[in-house]
């Protein structure tokens, strides 16, 4: 296969690559930039993208692989609801459902045609964690839900935006559902903007290249494609699988096993979890949108350096058995999706150290603890925030894993402690690494991230999603295992309540939650 393009214009295309990315990451820095709420614009919790007016993926930021995935299916649902041809400038279409291209309900996806001269030549899209929609607990992240209908508000693609204006019934039904609701319209309005200027930069790129703009576009998914189709074949043919398990699914106790099988020939990969759980009554199920991350990462993986587009998912067969974890039926349970694709993804990288061992790294913690607290402080004011705890990296041949960091699909920043202080009357005590929990061996893994928060005043309800409770992450070639999470309440009179990997409670001023995640495995044996 070769790539599509006349030889006179070979030089115009490292042009187009570059000036796509820089405005795919211009668009992330205006979603973040311009965002309400600290989970978006504090840990970056949003994800930019452009595609092509078939749907296909053109450029993403480098940004959040688990929300970057799940663009392209958001995307697709869009196209299969709504005529491209009758779309019109100034529209915008949003959808939050799990089951038609979304991944959890708070995750808010935009998506906006672009035209020139009335032609469509592409679509912008946007997507935000929303500090809450409804649903039975504040933040909308309940870690005992059984149903999707506990969780919040449900929105398939619908149509938002008219000559550029978010439609009023549309606001008034958030308004009404969100227990924040000026933060979850000033975070859409973020959406919007971004997805405008990533639309007036694609206008300018096609002005510029005329004629021959949907070529080279085109050209660059070619690219990738035989650049990802080279490194496979660069590799040795074979088939390997992984086991991994989450600690358990939120409502009962038992762990949720997670399995891939990899099987890689020619230049062809397919990976297949059948042989993972059936879908849970807990809310760790990951709909197919949110696993396409996994892969995605995985796949973008083998060729870092290609033009960043749908190219390097043309080699990929995925297979997600239907009513599975990573597939689960309506009305499922989904918002702890995250921590499944972790451990998806990290099964992937486990498979794959099996098929080409030169690759082989210990195994990332696998935890992005979410915490939400919301609650009323001493003088009668509301607040709630939510923020992403990392943990560490895997060590590998060529050293140490990183230390407090968010690992693979979770591209999360820790939020300041300046931002959880100003925002809520929640005092930090203590930040710092969990010491030691990094897994030894000739390469350490990098350790976890140790937080104690203290209520300051008032009074207020947390919702805690964390895994690696029990299930510690696996060390390579020798290497130790990682110390497990661990999370409690320390009361105001002293006594001392232990927390579980999915736990909601309430807390009364001077009371205490300590946080220490998961450190990553280690890598070779000790010399």
């Known amino acids: 296969m070769t790539v599509r393009l006349p030889s006179a214009l070979m030089p115009r295309l490292e042009p187009v690559r570059l000036t796509l990315q820089a405005a795919a990451d211009r668009m992330q820095d205006s979603l973040i930039g311009g965002a309400y709420s600290a989970i978006a614009r504090e840990a970056g919790d949003g994800a930019a993208a452009l595609f092509l007016p078939d749907g296909r993926l053109l450029v993403q930021a480098r940004s959040l692989p688990l929300l970057l995935g799940s663009l392209i299916p958001a995307v697709e649902a869009v196209l299969k609801q709504f005529s491209a041809a009758a779309m019109r400038e100034g529209e915008g279409y949003l959808l939050n459902d799990p089951f038609m291209g979304g991944t959890h309900l708070p995750d808010l996806t935009l998506v906006r045609p672009v035209f020139l001269r ?164 807990g809310p760790v199920n990951a709909a197919p949108a949110a696993v396409l991350s996994a892969a995605l990462y995985f796949m973008r993986s083998l060729v870092p350096d290609a033009p960043n587009n749908a190219g390097c998912l043309l080699p990929l067969d995925l297979l997600l058995p239907e009513g599975s974890v990573v597939n689960p039926r309506w009305p499922a349970a989904v918002n702890a999706r995250t921590g499944t694709v972790k451990l998806a993804c990290n099964a992937i990288i486990g498979a794959w150290s099996r098929i080409a061992p030169d690759t082989a790294v210990a195994a990332n913690a696998g935890v992005a603890a979410v915490i939400a607290f919301a609650g009323k402080s001493a003088d009668g004011r509301d607040f709630a925030l939510t923020e992403v705890v990392a943990s560490g990296a895997g060590a590998h041949a060529g050293g140490d894993g990183t230390s407090g960091v968010s690992t693979d699909v979770s591209n999360a920043r820790n939020t300041p402690i300046e931002i959880v202080e100003a925002r809520t009357p929640i005092r930090i005590e203590h930040y710092g690494f969990a010491t030691d929990s990094g897994g030894g061996g000739r390469h350490r893994g990098g350790d976890g991230l140790r937080r104690v928060y203290r209520l300051a005043d008032g009074s207020g309800t947390v919702s805690y999603r964390g895994e690696r409770h029990r299930l510690a992450a696996r060390g390579a070639a020798g290497g130790a295992a990682g110390a497990v999470s661990r999370a409690w309440i320390e009361r105001a009179d002293g006594r001392i309540e232990a927390l579980g990997a999915k736990a909601q409670f309430e807390w009364q001023a001077g009371d205490r939650l300590h946080v220490e995640t998961a450190g990553a495995g280690g890598w070779g044996e000790s010399e």
């Open 118 to 281: 009335d032609i469509l030549i592409g679509f912008t899209a946007a997507s935000l964690h929303h500090q809450d929609v409804g649903g039975i607990t504040p933040g909308s992240i309940p870690p005992h839900a059984t149903s999707i209908f506990q969780e919040g508000l449900r929105l398939p693609p619908v149509q938002s935006h008219r000559d550029d204006r978010l439609d009023p019934v549309l606001k008034v039904l958030f308004e009404a559902n969100s227990r924040t609701p000026d933060l979850l319209l000033g975070d859409l309005s973020s959406q919007w903007s971004a997805t405008s200027m990533g639309g007036r930069e694609l206008q300018q790129l096609a002005i510029r290249e005329g004629e021959y703009f949907p070529v080279l576009c085109n050209a660059l998914i070619d690219q990738t494609e035989i650049l990802t189709r080279q490194a496979l074949l660069s590799c040795p043919d074979g088939i390997a699988s992984w086991k991994d398990a989450l600690d358990s699914d939120g409502v009962g106790d038992e762990p949720v096993p997670i399995r891939v099988t990899l099987e890689k020939r020619g230049d062809r990969l397919r990976i297949d979890f059948t042989g993972s759980a059936p879908q849970t009554r």
